[in-house]
């Protein structure tokens, strides 16, 4: 039985309605999608393989409309670390609110300068992104340590500018996904704690930039278009036999 009318116009209207809410490159792949040629083919396939294609197209007309970018800057002027480790009671942390389960795909330092205290090394400060639920190591974060292989002599490092991208200043994974609650804990903590109660280091200027999306339009029309491929795959081995 048919679900939707085989008329061309019938389709025209449809490929307008689910076009209509999404910006201008998204509609023009979908339009190229469900094009008249594009169209005549799903023509010839069972009403199964013609409702998939249309809920493939509408699906990703919802993902891509819903794709978006955010860039969150935060000042760290004030930051200290106290404590080895984290989340530890002493250390400065703030949460960042962002979209259920956001890619956080990119962090940048702009003007970073630290003091040090009670004979802290540099190369001890280390800047946490993290999941909500982390509460220590193992976990889902993005960690990183802006002055490798600083002493404490001077006490006073940078301003520099950089960003969470050499491996060799990261202590774990780099990009990741946000929970649901979309929450991003945000916290400075020491790899050694020289100084006891006392502060191993203060953030004397510098902002942190992190830029969040949710989803990978890209990756998930990728997806999209490699499961449409498939199913037809499978639907003409399927009619071949
Ligand atoms: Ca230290």
Known sequence: MQQFGSSPNRKSRHVRRVAKNVSQPHQNMIKKLLSPSAVSHLSGLKTTSKRLALLAAAGLAFITSNAFATVVVVDLTGFRTFDAGFPGALNTQQTLNFAPNEQVVSIT???LSIQLSNGSFGEEF??????????????TFWDYRPFPGAEDDPSTLGPINGAFTSPSN???SGPFALLADGQLLLYVYETFNDGG???DATVLSGTLTITTQV???STVALAC?????????????RVAL
């Open 109 to 111: 330092f702009t003007n």
């Open 126 to 139: 280390v800047i946490s992104a993290n999941q909500s639920s982390n509460s220590g190591d193992p976990g």
């Open 170 to 172: 990261q202590f774990a």
């Open 197 to 199: 109660a006392a502060v």
């Open 215 to 217: 989803p990978e339009p």
């Open 225 to 237: 278009v490699g499961l449409g491929g498939v199913l037809i795959m499978l639907w003409r081995r």
